[in-house]
């Protein structure tokens, strides 16, 4: 009886604490995911929101050759106005900064919509490499700025599958702490490192759900197409003029 009521009152304080801080969070706030390390959760509310501090000048022949190479109607998933927009609007940012490996400082000094785009290519990078564990694994950080990003960019489909993955994330932290501390062991064997890595799938069982649909060619041809026009309304976020 009384480990009922204890599962049931840590039950209740881990969701209360999920929703207070999606919807109460202002700073960025540290949770121990492992014995001896703090991960410091990003959010879209972090910092600059409006000032375009780091961007490309705007570049008016870029996008014109841009509309003459690339239709949706002849979508490819690899070379696509997306794909473009990541190379111009995102993976020049760290080189103007000044900064080899973006940092915190450098999240919090984009505005909102560079925030939104990056935290879409953490996680779109991590799940088409490896899946929701895989991004949730290595970019713990991001895990509730992408909420929020799917939130901000209107993808109710997608935030709220991409939620249940997230609620059996925080009912599972202390293991996938456990299980990231084992991988990061390079005293230990390569097996040992991997099978705590791959051990961590089966708890995140919503995740099948997501993937289900993720991976499909026109699933990504609206995703993308959504993405760039998200872009589009808000260039000036984007660009130096």
Same mark, same amino acid.
């Given at each position: 009886?009384?480990?009922?009521?204890?599962?049931?009152?840590?039950?209740?304080?881990?969701?209360?604490?999920?929703?207070?801080?999606?919807?109460?969070?202002?700073?960025?706030?540290?949770?121990?995911?492992?014995?001896?390390?703090?991960?410091?959760?990003?959010?879209?509310?972090?910092?600059?929101?409006?000032?375009?501090?780091?961007?490309?000048?705007?570049?008016?022949?870029?996008?014109?050759?841009?509309?003459?190479?690339?239709?949706?109607?002849?979508?490819?998933?690899?070379?696509?106005?997306?794909?473009?927009?990541?190379?111009?609007?995102?993976?020049?940012?760290?080189?103007?900064?000044?900064?080899?490996?973006?940092?915190?400082?450098?999240?919090?000094? !984009?505005?909102?919509?560079?925030?939104?785009?990056?935290?879409?290519?953490?996680?779109?990078?991590?799940?088409?490499?490896?899946?929701?564990?895989?991004?949730?694994?290595?970019?713990?950080?991001?895990?509730?700025?992408?909420?929020?990003?799917?939130?901000? !960019?209107?993808?109710?489909?997608?935030?709220?599958?991409?939620?249940?993955?997230?609620?059996? !994330?925080?009912?599972?932290?202390?293991?996938?702490?456990?299980?990231?501390?084992?991988?990061?062991?390079?005293?230990?064997?390569?097996?040992?490192?991997?099978?705590?890595?791959?051990?961590?799938?089966?708890?995140?069982?919503?995740?099948?759900? !997501?993937?289900?649909?993720?991976?499909?060619?026109?699933?990504?041809?609206?995703?993308?197409?959504?993405?760039?026009?998200?872009?589009?309304?808000?260039?000036?976020?984007?660009?130096?003029?």
């Amino acid at each position: 009886m009384n480990k009922t009521l204890i599962f049931i009152g840590i039950t209740t304080l881990i969701i209360f604490g999920v929703l207070f801080f999606i919807r109460q969070r202002k700073n960025l706030v540290n949770i121990e995911v492992k014995s001896n390390e703090n991960v410091p959760f990003y959010s879209l509310e972090d910092g600059n929101q409006t000032e375009v501090i780091y961007a490309p000048k705007y570049n008016k022949e870029f996008l014109e050759n841009l509309d003459k190479k690339y239709s949706w109607e002849n979508f490819d998933e690899y070379d696509n106005r997306f794909w473009e927009y990541m190379y111009e609007y995102f993976d020049k940012l760290p080189k103007i900064a000044g900064e080899e490996i973006p940092t915190q400082n450098f999240f919090n000094k !984009l505005n909102r919509p560079q925030k939104v785009f990056y935290c879409m290519l953490v996680f779109n990078g991590d799940v088409d490499n490896g899946g929701v564990n895989q991004f949730f694994f290595n970019k713990p950080e991001f895990a509730f700025a992408v909420l929020e990003t799917f939130d901000e !960019l209107k993808l109710p489909k997608l935030k709220n599958d991409y939620e249940k993955c997230l609620n059996e !994330l925080m009912g599972n932290a202390d293991s996938y702490g456990k299980r990231k501390q084992i991988f990061n062991d390079e005293n230990k064997s390569w097996e040992k490192r991997w099978k705590a890595f791959t051990g961590g799938y089966a708890e995140i069982k919503s995740a099948e759900k !997501l993937e289900d649909y993720y991976y499909n060619k026109e699933f990504k041809k609206e995703y993308y197409k959504h993405i760039v026009e998200y872009i589009d309304k808000k260039i000036d976020k984007f660009t130096e003029k």
